[in-house]
């Protein structure tokens, strides 16, 4: 996972868990299930999402995913086609959950960018590449969260180093 690419969806301050998946949709944890629900509530945004290709790279604002700490909002998201988040700040309960589920989330200032541009994030040089930004810094990735990132998660992590630490003696 040195480089993610994605087309932009670019949604602004403010984006809440429970603008991402309302909560009366969270009885259900299936990802798909959750995929569908996507924005639900923000008509605008999930028109522009349905109608762009895939991977999608969600471009916000200041506080995105604040409001409440359940996964689901990650895992909708990924399910719906999102590969990174990049956003000038996050509520760390979602940044964390992201990392813990395997989605890239980059603090990063992004202006004049449109939906549907080629967003491409090179983590080993820590630039982002889109529109008339580029080649601007990211804020470093720390190496233990890009190893759980390449993992797909924090549980696969654990998982495979549990399988390769079976010697108990």
Known sequence: MIR?????LVVGDDIDTDTIIPARYLHRSEPNWLAQHVFEDAPDIKQRLNSISRPIAVIAGNGFGYGSSREHAVIALK????????AK????????????NGLLAVEAHLTGVNDGELVQVDLKRGIITV??????????IPT???????????KERLRRLASENTDYT
């Open 144 to 154: 233990q969260i890009l190893e759980i990132l390449q993992y797909g998660g924090l």
């Open 131 to 140: 529109g008339t930004c580029d080649m601007c810094r990211i804020k470093p």
């Open 4 to 8: 993610i690419n994605g087309y932009a």
């Open 89 to 100: 700040s996050f509520h760390r309960i979602f940044y964390r959950n992201s990392i813990n």
């Open 79 to 86: 399910a719906a086609g999102v590969s990174l988040v990049i």
